[in-house]
Nanobody, 122 residues
Framework: QVQLQESGPGLVKPSQTLSLTCTVS????????MGWFRQAPGKERESVAA????????YYADSVKGRFTISRDNAKNTVYLQMNSLKPEDTAVYYC???????????????WGQGTQVTVSS
């Protein structure tokens, strides 16, 4: 069984930086594509970023491109999301997820963390 645990909840001001971490246990981490998703109040969950098994290929939603960076450390079973220049509209619960295939849509991910709250407010 694969278990994912996000960490790094935070309250930050607009334009500040926050990093999220997701640690995976239970199976070989390097066999999974990892994704970050978010869900704002009253909205559907949406894809934020994804990273391939080795980290060579990445994907970003247009809304975060140039501000967020996804990375992974297969030796530590960990995926990261560095969020720069945060905006109030980035406020959401952020989830990490794992998939055996290269996919960016929610439906392609089999395993999910419980989520961590990120609030961007002055």
């Amino acid at each position: 069984q694969v278990q994912l645990q996000e960490s790094g909840p935070g309250l930050v001001k607009p334009s500040q930086t926050l990093s999220l971490t997701c640690t995976v246990s239970g199976r070989t981490f390097s066999s999974y594509v990892m994704g970050w998703f978010r869900q704002a109040p009253g909205k559907e969950r949406e894809s934020v970023a994804a990273i391939s098994w080795s980290g060579v290929t990445t994907y970003y939603a247009d809304s975060v491109k140039g501000r967020f960076t996804i990375s992974r450390d297969n030796a530590k079973n960990t995926v990261y999301l560095q969020m720069n220049s945060l905006k109030p509209e980035d406020t959401a619960v952020y989830y990490c997820a794992a998939s055996a295939r290269w996919v960016t849509a929610l439906s392609g991910y089999n395993y999910w963390g419980q989520g961590t709250q990120v609030t961007v407010s002055s």
